[in-house]
């Protein structure tokens, strides 16, 4: 009988002697890591006696993937606690802003992290911090240990989460969370994955994320598998921890698979463990060439922190295809008419030629009921449910055969002479560049009328613009189209992404070539040859946007 709470879940793990949690230095048995939880809940329950709260206890974590935020992730379940994970890639009014808002009465971190909040006024007193590399701390949760137990209380819809979105389109939003929401996913994600108690799943994204947190910890603690945590992504030390904690399954976000990829392919690559991985933002390129290279198959798929289960997978799908939708209620329509978009028709390539008809927002017209919500947020609320539908705000279309397809955020169409252009396309087309490690493509104005297609190139240091020969590149590509290639590249080796290794779209598209990067221009017709901008250039490009009435358009 599966449980509908991940207090319950935990509570099945006394006695479990079987490996639950790795790091390079140590392991726990599953026993030791719910023995660990129930001393963290005592505490947290003595702390929010302490200070009076009413209500759920909101708890900060600002910490890298360390053991303590396991321990404390299963405090929150036993206690009924929500955990706040604070993102360490934040800063300043923005960092101040985003925990203020998610009413925090305690925050765990350590003495690096804590320097982040360091005279920022985030509405916790110094008393209520517990930096866990500490001696005092260290006798704290000796002094709370006790048996396992959890608050009677807890039910399927006690909350345990806020999970701030990523950002990568504007302000980040608190998703809620509940305890029943993220068991189900853990019983959903696990028979999706295969996971068994043999499994050592490889954590190196963020626990502050929702994909490490729902694609990878839920299904780990319900299958009984084994995680094995790396404090931090690193490209370069991927295989070493793989091999040394035999992982089989790991999960990617972003730029991730891409860096990987990046990194020089040495013999024996293909000699481990590893099996399978999860994720998004992988092109169809990169998974066959991870598959090739490390004997380990990608599966592609579509989530998000505010909701999951909308598609089911289908891995003898078309490539670049997510799946089938779950059930007859997703469907994608035309957000102003509300009406079902037509079936997609794709040419030879792929590409859709009725983009203007078939491409519309990914909606469930039945999943009001289950999305939880914002903290604090109507407005954001109001905007993802309408007329007593789930919105999901991405764009996706359906082809003849009813395969679901990612079309990208509403700004990943570009509109230039009159054509849709799909920005995801020319991303993927420019990631099959042996030296591009990531790539991200959005809408800048044009000076006349429209938009103009801008790239952002991600490459590793000691490679110039010219070692890419861009030109000759993207002629050879067939299935770019003419008006897909870029008009403006930014050349960087390190482009801005969130904590959890997206590119950030929309900030690069509000500098558009008014960036401190390099930027690239291309001017005519016919075979595009870059150009570097120089002062000059973007001074007659400014002019020419106020000669055209356009200067209220320039970035």
Not at 47 to 56: F, V
Not at 127 to 154: G, S
Not at 338 to 367: F, K
Request: aromatic fraction near 8%; glycine fraction near 10%; include cysteine.
């Amino acid at each position: 009988m599966n449980r509908e709470t991940i207090a319950d879940l935990l509570l099945d793990r006394v006695g479990d002697h079987r490996p639950g949690l790795r790091t390079r230095e140590r392991t726990w048995t599953w026993n030791e890591v719910v023995a660990e939880s129930a001393a963290r809940a005592h505490l947290a329950r003595s702390m929010h006696s302490e200070g009076h709260g009413e209500g759920p206890f909101h708890v900060g974590v600002l910490l890298n993937n360390v053991p303590e935020y396991v321990f404390w992730l299963g405090a929150s379940a036993l206690s009924g606690a929500v955990i706040v994970g604070i993102n360490p890639t934040r800063s300043g009014a923005y960092l101040e802003q985003e925990v203020r808002n998610t009413d925090c009465q305690m925050v765990v971190t350590d003495t690096a992290s804590r320097m982040l909040i360091d005279g920022l006024d985030i509405g916790v007193p110094a008393e209520r911090f517990l930096l866990v590399d500490t001696d005092a701390y260290a006798e704290q949760v000796h002094a709370h240990a006790t048996r396992p137990w959890r608050d009677p209380a807890i039910i399927a819809q006690t909350r345990m989460l806020l999970l701030l979105t990523s950002g990568t389109t504007g302000t980040s939003k608190a998703a809620i969370c509940s305890q029943g929401r993220l068991t189900s996913l853990g019983y959903l994600n696990r028979d999706r994955f295969g996971i068994t108690p043999d499994d050592t799943c490889y954590c190196c994204m963020p626990l502050f994320h929702g994909n490490a947190l729902m694609a990878l910890w839920a299904p780990a603690l319900v299958a009984g598998a084994c995680v094995a945590l790396a404090e931090k992504f690193s490209a370069s030390r991927f295989l070493d921890d793989v091999r040394l904690h035999r992982a089989t399954f790991f999960t990617y976000v972003g730029k991730a698979i891409g860096y990987v990829l990046a990194t020089p392919e040495r013999p024996g690559d293909a000699c481990t463990t590893l099996t399978r991985g999860f994720g998004t933002e992988a092109s169809p390129e990169d998974k066959a060439e991870f598959d090739r290279r490390f004997g380990c198959r990608l599966i592609e798929g579509y989530g998000s922190s505010e909701a999951g289960g909308l598609i089911r997978l289908d891995q003898d799908g078309p490539a670049g295809a997510l799946g089938r939708p779950a059930s007859d209620s997703v469907i994608v329509v035309n957000s102003e008419t509300r009406q079902v978009c037509p079936p997609a028709q794709l040419d030879e390539y792929g590409r859709v030629t009725n983009a203007e008809e078939a491409v519309g927002e990914i909606v469930d017209i039945l999943g009001a009921a289950k999305f939880e919500g914002y903290y604090n947020n109507p407005e954001a609320n109001a905007e993802r449910v309408r007329h007593g539908w789930y919105w999901t705000g991405d764009l996706g279309y359906l082809d003849a055969a009813g395969y679901l397809y990612f079309a990208g955020r509403s700004g990943d169409w570009i509109r230039v002479d009159g054509e849709n252009i799909s920005a995801l396309l020319t991303e993927r087309i420019l990631r099959r560049h042996p030296k591009i490690v990531a790539a991200g493509v959005f809408a800048v104005p044009d000076p006349r009328s429209g938009d103009q297609v801008m790239a952002a190139v991600e490459v590793p240091d000691g490679n110039s613009f010219d070692d890419l020969d861009l030109s000759t590149f993207l002629t050879r590509q067939t299935d770019l189209g003419t008006k897909g290639a870029p008009r403006y590249v930014r050349f960087s080796h390190r482009l801005p992404t969130t904590g959890s290794n997206k590119l950030r779209k929309k900030e690069m598209q509000l500098e558009g070539w008014q960036t401190s990067d390099p930027v690239y221009h291309w001017v005519g017709r016919g075979r595009p040859v870059y150009k570097v901008m120089m002062g000059d250039d973007k001074s007659a490009l400014r002019a020419d946007f106020l000669a055209h009435g356009r200067g209220r358009f320039l970035p």
